[in-house]
């Protein structure tokens, strides 16, 4: 498919343009840059809602009932599920079975799931351009599932505009459920399955650490507590993240986080591309293998190397100029 | 301590040289890069092993037995206690103390937590560069131990020359605790608590998992069994451990994966610092706040301005050439 049929195909709502962007994503296919330059322009409506927490918590089921909710108020919705501990997409691809056959037969609910191929700092940038996609494709809401809750998921509901943070009663006994990292980044805690014993104190608890530490000035992370496989609490909980999106336009949170975002973005591509261009130059080169031999019998260091690789790379555009 | 100091301190095995450098390292301090390529010709003697599994599979008490049998043996033994999934060094620090109890008068056992500051691609790299700063300072084996075992822990322990998973009797039951990236990796398999039901079985387990795909040529990584509470099974896995060892130098492969660490490793600190040369020039610029305004407001999109930028900076070498 050619970059013109990709962007043309997601603009015009062709799930099987979006489907084939997102693996050429995934593939680190130039052509997928391409596609997503041009799209970029018709991105920045979607609100991107991350949902993080402990294995067990009943975060998919969580978001099969957020989807219910939003189709019934008419939006489309897009969820990305990922999966940093797993290098391929088979643990992943069980979940969106089960959500599949909820919502497989709505055409404006697209399910994708993403597992780690390569680095992990990949993955979170193939997160980031699969959310793009979706809201290029002009999905209202975007869902940003993760499996685990380490530092990985961390950094991939980062993307988000709305974090929430799930967790069960009874969980803090013996391992503590809500590490410190993940208690910072969230927008709205959820302690789900409410029926269980000890609901109303993990509401206390995690109130309690908000007492200490609360956040952002303006934004005191709302606790609610849901029994999403009866669907009891979600009401309430889509109308909490319609409050925090509210939140973000008015204190001009929106705009701060969107140029933080764009700066970083901007500094990861540059990052990229520069390196890649350095990385072309030299390989293959004779005196750059032979550096790298020299490194791995110990006659010289990278970290001098490196200068001296770099200030040749730099200065190779100063000679191209004298010619 | 100034770079001399601390140099000196570790060549001349001074602890608490060794103990500041690795917060050097944590802290990103250029002084630490300085320190390091200065250490770097007396590297390349520890014989660095990995220990990763899922949580709960006897990993700390595994590294505690081997502690006692290396030095038992006269070497030397540093490790290293790494937590991907926290931001902080909390919970790592609660398994030194443990450890500490067993070897805290022995001179020669030199126990170090890490945790996640900042971004993973950055705890990988510190990680390296702390078995480094062990390795020149003369320690036999360095022992690289994860709390978890997701894909950040696979990306730490690949580090190691030879690296050991985990299990448990009857962990598969439910959840698959070894997981398909981790699997890759091992060397050598431990299936710990060998007291507990169904541990021959899960031997048995692993060892079809090994039919199917016996990975490397020349070294299909035993299963062994231990009870490391006991210190049943221990020599035997000292004995392996060693074993490995001879055949990576033996095939000629430690040589190989050597040269391949030496690349991957130039090109880390290649891309650190040419784009810290880049953003260094941007910084603070007008044109560069305005392009980030520009992109928040999808007035250009990202992947566009990086190529100029890119180019921009290239060409400022040009210019100072045609001064």
């Not at 062709?14 to 052509?31: G, K, N, Q």
């Not at 110990?298 to 190779?316: G, H, N």
Request: charged fraction near 30%; hydrophobic fraction near 35%.
């Amino acid at each position: 498919m050619r970059v013109d049929d990709l962007v043309q195909g997601v603009l015009g709502r062709d799930r099987r343009a979006l489907a084939r962007l997102i693996s050429l994503i995934e593939e680190e296919d130039p052509v997928a840059l391409d596609a997503l330059s041009r799209l970029y322009r018709h991105t920045g409506r979607a609100h991107i809602i991350g949902i993080t927490g402990p294995p067990g918590s009943g975060k998919s089921t969580i978001v099969t009932r957020l989807t219910s909710e939003y189709r019934r108020a008419g939006k489309t919705v897009g969820i990305i599920c990922v999966d940093p501990s797993s290098p391929f997409t088979g643990g992943a691809l069980l979940g969106d079975r089960i959500r599949m056959q909820e919502h497989s037969l709505d055409r404006e609910v697209f399910v994708r799931s993403m597992g780690t191929r390569g680095h992990l700092g990949g993955l979170s940038r193939a997160t980031s351009d699969a959310v793009r996609a979706l809201d290029a494709f002009g999905k209202d809401i975007v869902l940003v599932e993760t499996v685990g809750a380490g530092q990985s998921e961390v950094e991939v509901v980062e993307i988000a505009h709305t974090v929430i943070v799930t967790d069960v009663p009874g969980s803090g006994d013996d391992i503590q459920a809500i590490k410190a990292g993940i208690m910072e980044i969230a927008d709205i805690f959820v302690v789900n399955k409410s029926d269980l014993p000890g609901a109303d104190k993990k509401v206390t608890e995690i109130n309690a650490m908000l007492d200490i530490d609360p956040g952002e000035r303006g934004w005191r992370p709302p606790v609610l507590l849901t029994n999403a496989r009866k669907g009891e609490g979600i009401p309430e909980l889509v109308a909490t993240i319609a409050e925090h999106y509210k939140y973000l336009k008015e204190s001009g949170l929106l705009e701060e986080r969107g140029l933080k975002r764009s700066k970083e973005e901007l500094e990861q591509i540059m990052e990229y591309k520069l390196t890649r261009e350095l990385l072309t130059k030299l390989q293959g080169r004779p005196e750059y293998e032979g550096a790298i031999r020299r490194i791995a019998s110990r006659e010289e260091d990278p970290y001098t190397v490196a200068d001296r690789l770099i200030v040749e790379f730099l200065s190779s555009y100063k000679e191209e100029s004298s010619e």
